[in-house]
């Protein structure tokens, strides 16, 4: 099953470099935790759902320790409990650096549709 899902992780991490979720992570800063409703708020989506697809991107990329996840209660403990996202060591190499420095265009060159075709 892991072999027939390879190309999952790649292409989830594509989605959230193109839809800037790392950047919106980053911005809130260095150790900034956000739901997944507070990220979607700052993305261009006009889409209802944007919360629960950028919940979804973010729950497999904290399943493969790509961004960090932590629960937190809401309403003090009454409620249920909500996701915050955070970057990590992994994530950041997506995030540009202090001199304008990523590996997401690497990325991107590599899932361009273009290049796949080539395989």
């Not at 790509?66 to 309403?75: E, F, N, R, S, Y």
Request: hydrophobic content about 45%; charged content about 20%.
């Amino acid at each position: 099953m892991r072999l027939v899902m390879g190309s999952v992780l790649p292409m989830t991490l594509q989605a959230a470099n193109d839809l800037g979720i790392f950047a919106v992570i980053a911005e809130a800063g260095r150790d900034a935790k956000l739901g997944a409703p507070e990220i979607a708020s700052k993305l261009s989506s006009k889409n209802p759902d944007a919360d629960v697809m950028v919940d979804r991107i973010l729950k497999l990329l904290a399943t493969h320790s790509v961004v960090d996840c932590t629960l937190d209660d809401q309403d003090g403990g009454s409620g249920g409990q909500h996701r915050l996202y955070s970057l990590n060591s992994v994530s950041r190499y997506f995030v540009k650096n202090e001199d304008g420095v990523s590996l997401a265009p690497m990325m991107s060159l590599i899932q361009d549709k273009v290049f796949l075709d080539s395989w």
